[in-house]
């Protein structure tokens, strides 16, 4: 088996086949494995009840693998050390929020074993350039890597494409959408009337900042004065500030921002079903809670900049020419230095004064020289003409009420997160439903004509609109482990995906499969969602 991409639904998807016996060659454009969690430096978006269910056996051995790391490594406090449930950075966003390094200790942990072994080979950096098809089947993949080794191909019985873009789509030929699809073909409401395939959500590069004493202003960013007077019709305000429009409402909100607020770290519980936890920036995506560590070995929190502001929405960068796709990574980059600069010099503060020049660019914490995340956090890739396809109607709390989401008799997971969509590339604010708890169809994984080619990512059969719950981080885990253990089971079953979805029969031993390896199928009774 062929994984191409080390995102979190790519490791899993490796760490699936390689239990099930299955030789895997898992390949990584970046320095980090993990997506998600790593290079791109966003802390896990979870849902509430992730430290009792929703989630499979080995996302939440990832999960306590980061909590081990830190108890085993970093000198905590005594009381921090014993808090079963210890939320690192006591982020108000996650019940998990960490230091990007940690979880790729802990993946590299976890394929150790396996890559020691010789199960799983890791072809690292590695970009997809190629694939060379025969009828419906990938027959090989291509790849630049670095070095010697220059253009590398690999071959496969099985393929899955865990890209953060969805990479493989285009170059193997398979169809795919892009964007936003219409209502005509959806049915969903909250979707235009006509297809829009050039508006995407919006990519970051995210960031991590401390505040410590000195003067630790960066160099004025080339696009600074652009992004400082960047006001979008739609906004209501000025992209570099601390207002923005509100998610659910869409009225012009103003959060705070206060560094190293001294507030009860051990107290705080993550719960975006009850509070949004984001009125002060800092702690809202903070991965290092200096109160948790002993005295001195923190001079300050670490925070996660992946706010509004530094949302990139002035054109996509998927299916464009190259050198418009570099030129606009170019400008994200641009506006998260000027987000950092604005901070330090201009924004207004508590006190009447302006600027922060005591926050400080963690280079280190995300291991770049520019101190920027090593790859751009996307919302959105392209995604398979799939089997079944998740639509709006399928989870919205609103239309489904006390039923809950779609009951799929081929569930391969389980998932839940509010439809959050950030603005896009065609203009669109935001777009935010309610979910209910939701099921990975089956169906949702596997092309509709491609036989060996499996979506093992956000690339899955979702619409523009459910794309938005999709897309987290223990959704995308389970994804690639349900791709991975398929994968495995059609190999020693000598049948394909199509054959397995197609027969009831089949698609419930596949599932006794899955619970045997900690795949939860369904939510329990009682779950609604929010």
């Not at 193997?172 to 969903?188: C, I, N, W």
């Amino acid at each position: 088996m062929l994984v191409v991409g080390g995102g979190l639904g790519g490791v899993a998807a490796a760490l699936a086949a390689a239990r099930n016996g299955v030789e895997v060659i898992l390949t990584e454009e970046f320095a980090w494995l993990g997506g998600q969690s790593t290079s791109q430096a966003v802390p896990p978006d979870e849902h509430p009840w992730i430290e009792e269910f929703g989630c499979t056996a080995s996302y939440r051995s990832f999960r306590d693998g980061i909590r081990e790391h830190y108890r085993r490594h970093y000198p905590l406090t005594a009381a921090a050390r014993a808090k079963d449930d210890l939320n690192p950075g006591a982020g108000w966003v996650s019940r998990l929020c960490h230091e990007p390094r940690v979880a790729v200790a802990v993946i590299d942990d976890m394929l150790r074993p396996h890559v020691s072994s010789g199960r799983i080979r890791l072809l690292q950096p590695a970009r997809p350039i190629a694939c060379a098809v025969e009828g419906d089947a990938v027959a090989a993949v291509t790849f630049a890597t670095e070095g010697d080794a220059g253009r590398v191909t690999v071959t496969a019985d099985y393929v899955i494409d865990a890209t953060e873009t969805g990479e493989l789509l285009p170059l193997s030929g398979a169809e795919y959408v892009l964007g936003f699809e219409s209502s005509a073909e959806t049915g969903e409401p909250s979707a235009p009337a006509v297809a829009q395939p050039d508006n995407l959500q919006a990519l970051s590069f995210c960031f991590a900042v401390d505040h410590v004493e000195g003067d630790h202003t960066i160099e004025k960013p080339q696009q600074y004065d652009y992004w400082r007077d960047y006001r979008p019709d739609f906004w209501g305000a000025n992209l570099l500030s601390w207002s923005a429009p509100h998610p659910r409402t869409l009225e012009i909100t103003t959060r705070h921002f206060a560094p190293n607020p001294s507030d009860d770290a051990l107290a705080v519980v993550a719960d975006q079903s009850k509070n949004p936890g984001d009125g002060n920036l800092w702690t809202f995506r903070r991965i290092a809670a200096k109160d948790l560590f002993e005295d001195g070995a923190y001079p300050s929190d670490i925070t996660l900049v992946n706010w509004p502001s530094i949302d990139y929405f002035d054109g996509a960068v998927i299916d464009v020419p190259d050198d418009v796709a570099a030129a606009r990574l170019h400008a994200a980059k641009q506006l998260s230095l000027s987000m950092l600069y604005w901070m330090q010099t201009e924004a207004p503060r508590p006190d009447g004064g302006r600027g922060w020049p005591g926050l400080r660019l963690r280079h280190d914490v995300v291991g770049t020289e520019d101190g920027l995340a090593m790859a751009p956090y996307h919302r959105e890739s392209r995604r398979i003409k799939a089997l079944e396809t998740v639509r709006e109607q399928d989870v919205s709390l609103e239309l489904n009420g006390p039923n809950g989401a779609r009951v799929y008799r081929d569930s391969v997971g389980v998932g839940m997160y509010r439809i959050d969509l950030h603005p896009s590339t065609g203009g669109d604010n935001y777009i935010d439903v309610g979910a209910a708890p939701f099921e990975i169809p089956l169906g949702a994984l596997i092309p509709q004509r491609m036989t060996n080619l499996l979506a093992g990512c956000k690339n899955i059969g979702t619409t523009h609109i459910t794309n938005g719950c999709y897309r987290l981080h223990p959704v995308e885990w389970n994804i690639g482990e349900a791709a991975g253990l398929l994968s495995a089971h059609c190999l020693k079953r000598g049948t394909t995906p199509h054959g397995v979805h197609a027969d009831p029969a089949l698609v419930a031993e596949f599932q006794d499969h899955l619970v045997e390896a900690g795949v939860e199928l369904h939510w329990p009774d009682g779950v609604y969602g929010y």
